[in-house]
């Protein structure tokens, strides 16, 4: 099913007792006083958001199927006003290649932009990525969802509302090799918040590794900052007892435009078995 875009909105002159009736525009004008008795508009929203939805999952049967659910997005239009996109289900985007990263994004006519390249066209929504393994198919797949408004308003170095930017939500580690679970282009300089959460089911106690990288946005120079449990430091030195759900403390950084914030998970040794949650917010 094609997705159905709410915009952009074409006045047309009325007269009174003259102009005859179009259900078309009437249709239209009605869906953008809706869009528009919600508060978004260009004078509040720079850019898109998704609003509910739309997540890609890996298809449980075919292994090199992407599954995008249904959902509700507003995206910057054509003419720079904010149009509604209601996105349906969709099972039609496959992988092929090996050991590459396919990138989604929904386009503001409604279409989407499934490819290996990274950036999508103007005003479009970035939506996930998938990593294929040595078969084609489809090994990870990350969530790249902007989903608050509040972290987009203009001028809202004042008055931010933290928005999440990037997560991925319970990844399956089953492999020893260091997993990247995110990775997020910096769209512009300023705070990010970072938290994460792991269900650590190895079957042995491992010296664990995961932690977030970055460039300082005052220098320019790379950061490194491992995760803390709230009581030892997941740097790859200290031995975590397995079979343990652990929390950590959030992260504050200061990130600069141009480049990516990295975050990396290694579990070692064993039988890894593990479940790594992962989310980014812009503050």
């Known amino acids: 099913m094609a997705n159905t875009v709410h915009g952009p909105f074409s006045a047309i ?3 009174n007792g003259v102009t005859p009736i179009n259900k078309t525009w009437g249709d239209n004008a009605q869906t953008q006083a809706s869009v528009a008795l919600n508060g978004f508009n260009a004078d509040l929203v720079t850019a898109g958001f998704v609003l509910s939805g739309i997540t890609c999952t890996k298809d449980s049967t075919n292994a090199n199927q992407l599954d995008i659910a249904s959902g509700r997005a507003y995206v910057v239009m054509s003419d720079g006003t904010v149009g509604l996109i209601v996105v349906g289900a969709d099972t039609t985007h496959t992988t ?10 929904l386009k503001n006519d409604g279409t989407w932009q499934w490819s290996t390249a990274s950036t999508g066209p103007a005003n479009s929504l970035a939506i996930c990525q998938a990593t294929t393994d040595g078969s084609g198919n489809i090994s990870a797949v990350t969530d790249k969802r ?4 509040g972290a987009l308003f203009a001028g809202a170095d004042t008055l931010r509302v933290p928005g999440v930017v990037a997560r991925v939500v319970a990844q399956h580690v089953t492999s020893t090799a260091t997993q990247i679970i995110i990775s997020y282009d910096v769209p512009a300089t300023g705070v990010y918040r970072f938290s994460g959460y792991v269900n650590f089911g190895n079957t042995s ?79």
């Open 13 to 15: 002159s009325i007269t």
């Open 146 to 149: 902007v989903m608050s408004p």
């Open 96 to 105: 092929s290649t090996p050991s590459t990263t396919y990138y989604l994004f």
């Open 205 to 283: 106690n491992q010296m664990l590794d995961f932690e977030v990288d970055w460039w300082d946005g005052t220098d320019g120079v790379g950061q490194a900052h491992t995760l803390f449990d709230g009581t030892q430091r997941w740097n790859g030195s200290n031995t975590i007892t397995h079979g343990v759900h652990y929390g950590f403390d959030s992260y504050l950084i200061y990130a600069q435009t141009g480049h990516t914030i990295l975050v990396f998970y290694t579990d070692p040794g064993g039988s890894p078995n593990d479940y790594v949650t992962a989310i980014i917010e812009r503050v």
